[in-house]
């Protein structure tokens, strides 16, 4: 099956600093791989996604960022505000037998005033 | 537009006593529907997956089942709850199989479970 390594497990910028996550996944033939933003206590919604057959994709101060010979990719967030302050988990869909989402273990991102 | 509605919102139970959590999705036919549990400070793991009814793939060995009486119902149960089981439970919707792409997962609120 697949296997997403997600890092740093807690990432603590500065408010209007940039943050980076990044995870790595095993399976080359995975294709589709989101974003989510979780707040405590709440469902996980989905952030921003990008498909195989594309490098880059950008929403106003999100980016994702898709290294396929490398099987990494890297969440962006460019002038972080408190607001950005929760966990965050990238996913990666391989559909090889599990019809769905394998996902990293998770950011804690804080946001410090 | 797609809604997720799963019930109840939190829900303590004791050790050896059953479970019945429900998940309907309302604006889409034939989507996959999933289980996901979420231990505290925890990632996200799968635990059933359905392409239709009757149709359900686990993926973690447990004692937990699942059920998909209709098209848009999913249904997660135990006869005998444990400890372990104590966790945030997420049902999940995303389009079905004859997507041309592959789509986002959408979650419902969860479940808090506390088996106690």
């Known amino acids: 099956g697949e296997n997403v390594e997600q890092h740093p497990s807690t990432l603590s910028v500065q408010e209007g600093d940039s943050a980076v996550i990044k995870c790595t996944y095993s399976?080359?033939?995975?294709?589709?791989f989101p974003w989510y933003k979780q707040e405590l206590g709440k469902r996980p919604q989905l952030i921003i996604d990008?498909?195989?057959n594309v490098g880059e994709k950008k929403d106003q101060r999100i980016a994702v960022t898709l290294n396929k010979t490398a099987k990494h990719f890297s969440l962006h967030i460019t002038e972080t505000q408190p607001e950005d302050s929760a966990v965050y988990f990238c996913?990666?869909?391989w559909g090889g037998g599990a019809d769905g989402l394998t996902f990293g273990k998770g950011t804690h991102l804080i946001i410090q005033p | 537009s797609q809604t997720i509605h799963q019930w109840p919102a939190t829900l303590v139970q004791p050790v050896g006593s059953p479970l019945s959590l429900e998940c309907t999705v309302e604006?889409?036919?034939?989507?996959?529907l999933y289980w996901y549990r979420q231990a505290a400070g925890r990632g996200l793991q799968l635990l059933f997956y359905?392409?239709?009814?009757?149709?359900i793939s686990s993926e973690v060995p447990q004692n937990l089942s699942a059920s998909r009486p209709q098209d848009r119902q999913f249904i997660l149960s135990s006869k005998k709850l444990l400890l372990s089981d104590s966790g945030f439970y997420l049902c999940?919707?995303?389009?079905?199989?004859?997507?041309?792409?592959?789509?986002?997962?959408?979650f419902g609120n969860g479940t808090r479970l506390t088996v106690t």
């Open positions: 604006g889409t036919s034939n989507p996959n």
């Open positions: 399976d080359s033939a995975s294709n589709y």
């Open positions: 990008i498909r195989s």
């Open positions: 359905s392409v239709g009814i009757g149709q």
């Open positions: 999940a919707w995303s389009s079905g199989r004859g997507s041309s792409y592959n789509s986002p997962l959408h």
């Open positions: 996913a990666v869909f």
